[in-house]
């Protein structure tokens, strides 16, 4: 035990003295967690937005107050004429037009009914049907509330919708998780990918090899340093998302801890497998990052569903840690859940940390020719 502590102890010191080993540890996740989280989002904020009112009535003012509150649109000045609004759209100072015809509010009174038309600028369709769906939904909201006023009304059914884990629709919730499965697999793998490989290549490979330390010894010697940094790593995504992105964590913080304990092992375990077999740095990071990303990307089923892929294709996620882990995390920070929901996801983590860990195991050559 002390000669592991002490193998234990340089390889803190290889971390230390790296700057590109430090700045990958702790540079890249900063940077990726920032940028997906405020980045990769389905919601469409702060939109510009036109308000052509001709009716100057009460109706029209209701309805742009409504606007003014949201936190969706940012009310822009709003053009005299058509032509006036058409020129902003060509500007791209705008990205929809709200119009009120004249005589609104006469209309609302007198017919029951009353006319909007609603504008959008459809370069992006997904951006336009989000909008248009933003401003139908509090033109629904005041319409409810002018049927509640006026009493009593012909029998109508009116869908409540309820969004469960999310009421806030905040898009954050939906990437962190797989930004942090993403983050941890391409850090852990990428550092430990090196660790064995570093040494061949600057010839203090041999003094391991006629050292008394077993295989088993030398590779958790390579991993526990990168383990407890992958968990400082860790806990400054956690701060990140909690106090930058808003992301609030629901459920235990510790069984969060413990399952991400586990599926750090589980990517150090493969990156040492990675450096086991190859025979360079550049070899063992372009095989951990490029050959990690895509897998993570795809298979993980934060960005893309699983349920599109076609049948043999589906077999795929479930040989990708991060897929489970990032079912496991979504579980956690965002529904709440305990152990009892997580087991399986968990226990296959282990497994797979524990095969990894053995194939390494076996691949660690005691020779160098």
Known sequence: MKQLLVFIRKEFYHVFRDRRTLLILFGLPTAQILLFGFALSSEVKDVNLAVVDFAKDNASQQIISRLQASTRFRLQRSPLSY????????????????????NFNRDLLH????QLQIIADASDPNAATTITNYLTAIVGDYQQELNQAAGALPYQIMPETRMLYNPDMNGSLNFIPGVLALVLMIVCTTLTSVAIVREKELGTMEILLVSPFRPLLVLIAKAVPYLVLSLLDFTLILLLSVFVLNVAIQGSVVLLYVVSTVFII???????LISNVTASQQVAMLASMMGMML???????????????P????????IVPSHWYYLVVKAIMLKGLGFEAVWKETLILGLMAVVLLGISLRNFKIRLT
Do not use: D, H, Q, W
């Open 83 to 102: 032509s006036e609004m058409e020129t902003a759209f060509r500007r791209n100072t705008i990205k929809a037009a709200l119009v009120i015809p004249a």
């Open 111 to 114: 017919t029951g009914r009353g």
């Open 266 to 272: 589980s990517c150090l375990s493969l990156g040492l």
């Open 295 to 309: 897998p993570t990307l795809l298979f993980t089923g934060f960005m893309f569903p699983l349920e599109n892929l």
């Open 311 to 318: 049948g043999p294709l589906r077999l795929v996620p479930n």
